[in-house]
């Protein structure tokens, strides 16, 4: 079993920061890549950004430059810091962890979603 517990959500006027972060625990072998999705009210959810178990990281095009995806592998952790927010950014933000709970078992693990409220 393995859990993630999100925070760092909140409400920010447009040209703020936040910093979300996402802590894996349970019966971990080895987390691979670590993501960040987000879903505002009336769309589907979408890809934000992405960082491999190599530190490679992905970007969508609208955060690029404003947003910074990070790791802390000691922790399991997954950090994602928001700069320069706008409220086009409004959403309810989820982590995704891709966890090998042994050597030959890999799964998908979602958090619950914080949301992020961006006022102009």
């Known amino acids: 079993q393995v859990q993630l517990v999100e925070s760092g959500g909140g409400l920010v006027q447009a040209g703020g920061s936040l910093r979300l972060s996402c802590a894996a625990s349970g019966s971990i072998f080895r987390i691979s890549d670590m993501g960040w999705y987000r879903q505002a009210p009336g769309k589907q959810r979408e890809f934000v950004a992405e960082i491999t178990s190599g530190g490679v990281t992905d970007y969508v095009a609208s955060v690029k430059g404003r947003f910074t995806i990070s790791r802390d592998n000691a922790k399991n952790t997954v950090y994602l810091q928001m700069n320069s927010l706008k409220p086009e950014d409004t959403a309810v933000y989820y982590c995704?962890?891709?966890?090998?709970?042994?050597?030959?078992?890999?799964?998908?693990?979602w958090g619950q979603g914080t949301q992020v409220t961006v006022s102009s």
């Open positions: 995704k962890l891709v966890v090998a709970v042994s050597i030959s078992s890999s799964y998908d693990y």
